[in-house]
C-alpha cells in the first residue's frame, strides 16, 4: 500500500526557513516524482514544483524561484521541500504529491501526504 | 504559464439533480502525438488532501463513482457528476499537467440546495 508521510506541523518566524519531510512507503522514492502543493487558510491550490523524469530535472513555480529547494534521499525514500526567507503569506498547509499519469496503458500514481502546517507569525 | 479558470466558483445544487463544472485553460493542454489532454480533476472535502476522480480529462479513476464524469478538448473542460449525493458536497478543482507550472483551477465549491 502506498502511502506518504509528512512531517508534523510547523511555527517560524518571518524571515527563517522551514523544512517538511515526506517519507515514501510502498514503492521506491527513485522509481517516482514527487510535488509539493500548497493551500493557505480558506484559499485554493497552489502548485510549488516537482520532479519531471522526462526532463529529468526539478521544475520550480516562478514565484518560489530563489526561497525554494526541494530535494530526495532514496536511502530512505524520503523527500523534503525547504522554504526561505519565510513571510505571512507562507502560512499554509504543504502537501507532497506524486501525480503522475501513464497514457498506455491509461494508469494513474497519484498519492498525496497528509500535509504539514507551517505557520509564519512573529 | 498555462491559466486554469473555473467557472462557476460556487453551486447549489438539489440532490439528485445534475452539478456541472467547467474548466478553461489559457492554453491547448492537447498533444497530438498521443492523442491526450492533460487534465484532471480533484475532490476536495474540508480538512482532507486533495483525491483524484478524472484524469486524462475522462479517464475516471478506479474506484470513483460512475455518476462522476470528465469530457472536453483542447482549452474547454467539464466535470459533470450526474445525480448529486450528500458525500459529494466538496471543492473541486481542474489541474493541467501539460507542463510546467502544473496550475490549478481556483475551485469550484458545490454543495446541497
Known amino acids: 500500500q502506498v502511502q506518504l508521510m509528512q512531517s508534523g506541523a510547523e511555527v517560524r518566524r518571518p524571515g527563517a526557513s522551514v523544512k517538511v519531510s515526506c517519507t515514501l512507503s510502498?514503492?521506491?522514492?527513485?522509481?517516482?516524482?514527487i510535488h509539493w502543493v500548497r493551500q493557505a487558510p480558506g484559499k485554493g491550490l497552489e502548485w510549488i514544483g516537482g520532479?519531471?523524469?522526462?526532463?529529468?530535472?526539478?521544475f520550480y513555480a516562478q514565484k518560489f524561484q530563489g526561497r525554494v529547494t526541494m530535494t530526495e534521499d532514496p536511502s530512505t525514500d524520503t523527500a523534503y521541500l525547504e522554504l526561505n526567507s519565510l513571510r505571512s503569506g507562507d502560512t499554509a498547509m504543504y502537501y507532497c504529491a506524486t501525480l503522475w499519469f501513464g497514457a498506455f496503458p491509461e494508469t494513474a500514481f497519484d498519492f498525496w501526504g497528509q500535509g504539514t502546517m507551517v505557520t509564519v507569525s512573529s | 504559464d498555462i491559466v486554469m479558470t473555473q467557472s462557476p466558483d460556487s453551486l447549489a445544487v438539489s440532490l439528485g439533480e445534475r452539478a456541472t463544472i467547467n474548466c478553461k485553460s489559457s492554453q491547448s493542454v492537447f498533444f497530438s502525438s498521443n492523442n491526450k489532454n492533460y487534465l484532471a480533476w480533484y475532490q476536495q472535502k474540508p480538512g482532507q488532501p486533495p483525491k483524484l476522480l478524472i484524469y486524462w480529462a475522462s479517464t475516471r479513476e478506479s474506484g470513483v463513482p460512475h455518476r462522476f464524469s470528465g469530457s472536453g478538448s483542447g482549452t474547454h473542460f467539464t466535470l459533470t457528476i450526474s445525480s448529486l449525493q450528500a458525500e459529494d458536497v466538496a471543492v473541486y478543482y481542474c489541474?493541467?499537467?501539460?507542463?510546467?507550472?502544473?496550475?490549478f483551477g481556483q475551485g469550484t465549491k458545490v454543495e446541497i440546495k
Open positions: 510502498g514503492y521506491p522514492l527513485n522509481e517516482t516524482s
Open positions: 520532479f519531471d523524469p522526462e526532463d529529468g530535472e526539478t
Open positions: 489541474q493541467q499537467y501539460f507542463t510546467t507550472p502544473r496550475a
